[in-house]
T-cell receptor
Framework: GENVEQHPSTLSVQEGDSAVIKCTYSDSASNYFPWYKQELGKRPQLIIDIRSNVGEKKDQRIAVTLNKTAKHFSLHITETQPEDSAVYFCAARSGFIGEKLTFGTGTRLTIIP | KAGVTQTPRYLIKTRGQQVTLSCSPISGHRSVSWYQQTPGQGLQFLFEYFSETQRNKGNFPGRFSGRQFSNSRSEMNVSTLELGDSALYLC?????????????FGPGTRLTVT
């Protein structure tokens, strides 16, 4: 089955700097890659996603890139703010039937004021 | 549009008991997936239901089961509870249909087994 690895497990950046979180997946048939943000005690919140026919997608300060050849995708947050502090999860959807997501192990991002 | 809701939000059960959790998806969403979240194992897929049929199943023992009703609401059941079943159980809904639709999570049910 699909396996998703996520790095780093923890990340601290100065407010205003950029943060990058990287994920790799194993199933070349995976075709959908969402990113979720989970604040303490809250539900995972979908923040951005990318489909396999696209190489990059941006939404304000957040961007995701996908390299299908390397089976690698990354989340980029620019101009970080204290409210960006949370745990971020990458995920991959593989197969052609169903909505099963395989998640990475999460990255705890801390923004230092 | 109302988001995904789950009931109850918190549960405390004793080993050997069984429990039923409920999930109401976003209106119009036909797919409901269930995930278990623990500090050690992260987010793990349990199963997915679409149009009242289980479409995918994760690697969990048969004590974990689920169902979906005609209004897309879903329930999951855990029988013969074990201490290791203590976790946050999250459901997520999407439009389904195999179109790589976004999944939106509910607030979760925090299950504690003593």
């Amino acid at each position: 089955g699909e396996n998703v690895e996520q790095h780093p497990s923890t990340l601290s950046v100065q407010e205003g700097d950029s943060a990058v979180i990287k994920c790799t997946y194993s199933d070349s048939a995976s075709n959908y890659f969402p990113w979720y943000k989970q604040e303490l005690g809250k539900r995972p919140q979908l923040i951005i996603d990318i489909r396999s026919n696209v190489g990059e997608k941006k939404d304000q300060r957040i961007a995701v890139t996908l390299n299908k050849t390397a089976k690698h995708f990354s989340l980029h947050i620019t101009e970080t703010q204290p409210e960006d502090s949370a745990v971020y999860f990458c995920a991959a959807r593989s197969g052609f039937i169903g909505e099963k997501l395989t998640f990475g192990t999460g990255t705890r991002l801390t923004i230092i004021p | 549009k109302a988001g995904v809701t789950q009931t109850p939000r918190y549960l405390i059960k004793t080993r050997g008991q069984q429990v039923t959790l409920s999930c109401s998806p976003i209106s119009g969403h036909r797919s409901v997936s269930w995930y278990q979240q623990t500090p050690g194992q992260g987010l793990q897929f349990l199963f997915e239901y679409f149009s009242e049929t289980q479409r995918n199943k994760g690697n969990f023992p048969g004590r974990f089961s689920g169902r979906q009703f005609s209004n897309s609401r879903s329930e999951m059941n855990v029988s013969t509870l074990e201490l290791g079943d203590s976790a946050l159980y999250l459901c997520a809904s999407s439009r389904g249909g195999g179109g790589n639709y976004e999944q939106y999570f509910g607030p979760g049910t925090r299950l504690t087994v003593t």
